[in-house]
């Protein structure tokens, strides 16, 4: 059988596990244990993919592994390998091919994932492909979320997506975390009701043996508007767990996951020991940790102010500019009235072909 040498081991391949689009998923052994290796198929496409996943899931892991999120042991340049841990156990879809789930039970789990990406957010990526293929249970109500393959950060361009678990306008190319609340919507509507959403699903799915404090939180997040379901992870699983989510909705910003309400004047920026103007209301630069805005001119701030009953955003020397979201491309803007339920971003910068959006948020003005 094959071996592949890591940087303080030998790993040996026991089996295949699996075989995707780009990647071979390799069940592999080393002094320690089982571990998992994704080997990138022909093409330096598939390369540039697996290094990328690898370096998310890397970020992920620290400091330490998030208990929902599948940790990072290894990358090994030579052969473009990256090694995971080996989560033993069955993926969801399987574990919940033949049985239904109890609302409690589906709600615990549905909290796990939740959980998983709480984080994901915060680090400005989004994970794309939540699915219950792509979530193995090590034990009974324990999700760890692997498969970061086509994870992405926040407002680039999404690659593809699963007809059925993703969001609408996740397949029409829009990134955005609340594209995985949508996907764990599907999910829990899956466990409770055992649905294949692959014949498209609405509303009329939702079981009506549920209670309404659970049949509202899968409306919300399974609409069809992003700007509509849960603003964060956090908020949804405050909701799944019964707490009370303020129904005063103050006007907000929301930044990877983090809320920040909208007062009559705002300023965004970086403090001065990060070579910003030192005025701002909001760092930016805590943030946006992993899209970080670049070393620039110390003058990188952005305000929004409220005018009657409307919130315009200036740029005030943003580096890489302020961009807003627009049916289905960013625009850069100067002054600009904002629009409820817009994404927009603090500064851009492109790679391979894309605009990349370093710290992009979402605007609730209802
Ligand atoms: N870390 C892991 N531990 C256990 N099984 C895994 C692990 N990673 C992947 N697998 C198994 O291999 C399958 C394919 O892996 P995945 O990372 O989802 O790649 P892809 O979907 O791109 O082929 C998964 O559905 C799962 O059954
Ligand atoms: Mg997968």
């Known amino acids: 059988m094959m071996s592949i040498r890591g940087k303080n081991s030998i790993y040996k391949v026991v089996k295949k596990l699996g075989s995707g689009g780009f990647a071979e998923v390799l069940l592999a052994m080393n002094r320690d244990g089982l571990v998992v290796i994704k080997l990138p198929k022909e093409g330096e496409l598939a390369n540039k993919l697996i290094r990328e996943e690898a370096a998310i899931l890397e970020e992920l892991s620290k400091p330490i592994p998030h208990d929902n999120i599948v940790a990072f042991i290894e990358w090994i340049p030579d052969v473009s390998a990256l090694v995971e841990e080996y989560i033993p156990g069955h993926t969801l879809d399987r574990a919940f091919s033949s049985r239904r789930a109890t609302q409690n039970d589906a709600i615990r789990i549905a909290l796990g994932i939740l959980s998983a990406l709480e984080k994901i957010h915060s680090l400005g990526v989004v994970h794309g492909d939540v699915k219950p293929d792509n979530i193995i249970l090590p034990k009974p109500l324990h999700p760890v979320l692997i498969d970061l393959g086509i994870a992405r950060a926040f407002g680039g361009r999404s690659m593809a997506g699963t007809p059925g678990w993703s969001a609408p306008e996740f397949m029409k190319g829009e990134v955005s975390p609340e594209a995985d609340i949508y996907s764990v919507g599907v999910i ?67 930044i990877q996951g983090k809320t920040i309400p909208l007062s009559n004047k705002l300023t965004f920026g970086r403090v001065k020991r990060q070579g910003g103007t030192g005025k701002a209301d909001v760092n930016l630069q805590e943030i946006g940790s992993r899209r970080a805005l670049p070393p620039g001119p110390p003058i990188g701030w952005a305000e929004i102010v409220r005018v009657g009953t409307e919130y315009w955003i200036s740029d005030k020397g943003v580096p890489g500019g302020l961009w807003v979201y627009e049916g289905s491309t960013w625009r850069r803007v100067l ?29 609730y003005l209802r």
């Open 188 to 254: 829990l509507l899956f466990l409770i009701s055992g649905i294949d959403p692959a014949n498209s699903i609405g509303p009329q799915d939702i079981p009506r043996n549920i209670s309404d404090h659970l049949k509202h939180v899968l409306m919300r997040a399974l609409s069809s508007n992003p700007w509509e379901r849960f603003s964060s992870a956090k908020e949804m699983a405050l909701s799944l767990m019964g707490a009370k989510i303020p129904v005063r909705n103050v006007p907000k910003i929301v």
């Open 335 to 363: 002054d600009y009235p904002l629009k409820h339920g817009q994404l927009i971003s603090f500064g851009m910068r492109r790679r391979g072909g894309y605009l990349l959006p370093y710290v992009p948020a979402r605007v």
